[in-house]
């Protein structure tokens, strides 16, 4: 009985490690692993600055979850529900706000599980309503892992100093 007890428990044991070590590999990508997300995230953020280019709203409705938020360097407001306050009237704003030209350095991508944050510096030349203006700053994307499709839950833009 006391063998039986014991096997018992050691099964247990061991069954409880196995499912630990299963939910650790997936919680935390490996470093290989971690850097091909890295490289999908980088992507995706410089292809929604094309797709602000070409005005392509289907590209915006599939890279925003439907509750995303974003502190955009030009409102002091969070702005939410992008699906409801944005992509109704996105061809207006792409028009208001034309990328002319950006830049990404130093990307870092960190990566938990199905979140991913993105940080990086910028450089942007901008018409805006315009007038030409060029600035750097600083820009922060959480991405969320859907299904097989990382999406911005958040963004933080910041402009360092005033825009030229």
Same mark, same amino acid.
């Given at each position: 009985?006391?063998?039986? =007890?014991?096997?018992? $428990?050691?099964?247990?044991?061991?069954?409880? #490690?196995?499912?630990?070590?299963?939910?650790?590999?997936?919680? &935390?990508?490996?470093?290989?692993?971690?850097?091909?997300?890295?490289?999908?995230?980088?992507?995706?953020?410089?292809?929604?600055?094309?797709?602000?280019?070409?005005?392509?709203?289907?590209?915006?409705?599939?890279?925003?979850?439907?509750?995303?938020?974003?502190?955009?360097? =030009?409102?002091?407001? $969070?702005?939410?529900?992008?699906?409801?306050? #944005?992509?109704?009237?996105?061809?207006?704003?792409?028009?208001? &706000?034309?990328?002319?030209?950006?830049?990404?350095?130093?990307?870092?991508?960190?990566?938990?599980?199905?979140?991913?944050?993105?940080?990086?510096?910028?450089?942007?030349?901008?018409?805006?309503?315009?007038?030409?203006?060029?600035?750097?700053?600083?820009?922060?994307?959480?991405?969320?892992?859907?299904?097989?499709?990382?999406?911005?839950?958040?963004?933080?833009?910041?402009?360092?100093?005033?825009?030229?």
């Amino acid at each position: 009985m006391r063998q039986r =007890f014991s096997l018992i $428990l050691l099964l247990l044991v061991a069954a409880g #490690m196995g499912l630990g070590l299963m939910v650790a590999s997936k919680a &935390f990508a490996g470093p290989s692993e971690q850097q091909a997300i890295a490289e999908q995230i980088i992507a995706r953020e410089k292809a929604s600055v094309e797709a602000w280019r070409r005005k392509d709203k289907a590209f915006f409705a599939d890279f925003l979850t439907d509750d995303s938020t974003y502190f955009n360097s =030009f409102n002091p407001y $969070l702005e939410t529900d992008p699906k409801t306050n #944005m992509l109704p009237k996105f061809e207006q704003i792409a028009e208001m &706000f034309k990328m002319l030209d950006f830049q990404m350095y130093n990307p870092r991508v960190q990566v938990y599980g199905d979140t991913a944050i993105l940080t990086y510096n910028s450089s942007a030349t901008v018409n805006m309503a315009g007038r030409v203006m060029h600035y750097t700053g600083k820009m922060t994307s959480v991405y969320l892992k859907q299904g097989d499709t990382w999406r911005v839950v958040h963004g933080h833009e910041s402009i360092n100093g005033t825009p030229q």
